[in-house]
């Protein structure tokens, strides 16, 4: 049972990327799966979440500018992420739940989170 993260890298400011939570072992479709990000020195936070149906939820900072979805098919969830800014640089994080609450960690699986640099 594992989840990969990947799809991080440098970019621009108002740069893009697309990163994707990628399931081995398990369904993803029988998870909600949150994308969680934490910056140097700051705490975990939640960022977006889709649900088992495809509800969507996304922080305020980031309304408007990502974009969450699920691919069952490849057992996949990705992050879009539009007009990034310097201060959406961290380290991003996918993990599983039965529901989505962005202000608690999640209490399933894991990725091991990839990197994100948006500069200046």
């Known amino acids: 049972v594992q989840l990969q993260a990947s799809g991080g890298g440098l970019v621009d400011d108002g740069g893009s990327l697309r990163l994707s939570c990628a399931a081995s072992g398990f369904a993803l479709d029988d998870s909600a799966i949150t994308w969680y990000r934490q910056a140097p020195g700051m705490q975990r936070e939640g960022v977006s979440c889709?649900?088992?149906?495809?509800?969507?939820y996304y922080t305020d900072s980031v309304k408007g500018r990502f974009t969450i979805s699920r691919d069952n098919d490849k057992n996949t969830v990705y992050l879009q992420m539009n007009s990034l800014k310097p201060e959406d640089t961290a380290v991003y994080y996918c993990a599983t739940d039965i529901y989505c609450d962005l202000t608690a960690m999640a209490r399933g699986n894991w990725g091991q989170g990839t990197q994100v640099t948006v500069s200046s």
């Open positions: 889709i649900t088992m149906d495809g509800t969507t």
